[in-house]
């Protein structure tokens, strides 16, 4: 494994959108959009044309993370699947994980989409606390950190039991000599101190999170969530400084100017360095 590319926040909507009866989907997709226009082809092209660019980029691997649709509808999946299968990319060497967007219609709805229109990309993609995607030199670890929550909310949650599954792939003898890569929506928030704030749109477990990457060298964290590109060094204590092992990539649904932008990783010396963004 060479090189990573990573997309983010697809916000895919039902391509029926404009003709739909369901007022409750109108209002819903408007409010969750926040002024971006919601028009579903024009999403559809901006992921298709992402796809493209990763490709084209010579990626071994291809991260998403997240907010793969506006709201979780069944319809949405079904889009997203369409346009990923249209691609024609290897699907083990895809991993899907779901955001907060992905898990406002049901509890169940991101389930479902790996059991129907994602079946191809479960293997994967994010199932459960503890799968590992091996390849080669990297292992990826896909972590849903979703919840059903009220549209008004966009918070995450890294529960006790993801956490004890990471923990027991850092200390796995099998994956000693590999890079362990986290790949979820949510970024462990730092500085929020409101218990309010951290209730609407933060991460809860967060602290744990960042516990680990402060005692795991070898570990990094590939996001989504925040639409925009970001370099986070992780500090180790003791004055000893560290490097950027949090990254975060822009959302391909903000792409705006006919120019995807994928983030690109190479992987040196076990660990992921920053290649910039690819644009066609
Ligand atoms: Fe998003």
Redesign the pocket.
Known sequence: MRRIAHLS?V?TLDPAHRRSNNTRYRFATKFVSLGRPVDPRSRARKLARALEAAKASGADHIVITG?LTEMGDVREFEHFANILDDAGLPPDGVTLVP?N?DAYTSDAGWRRALEGPLKRYAGASATGAGKIVDRDNVAFLPIDTSCFQSIARSAGTFTPDAARAVQARIDDPALRDKSIVLVMHHPPFEGRKNALTEWVVGLSGHTHLLDMLRNNPRLQLLH??L?RVVDRIVDLGKGVAGRARIFGAP?TVDDDDDRPRVRLYDVRDGLLESAGLFAT
């Open positions: 926040d916000h907010d955001g967007h989504g969530h639409h959302a």
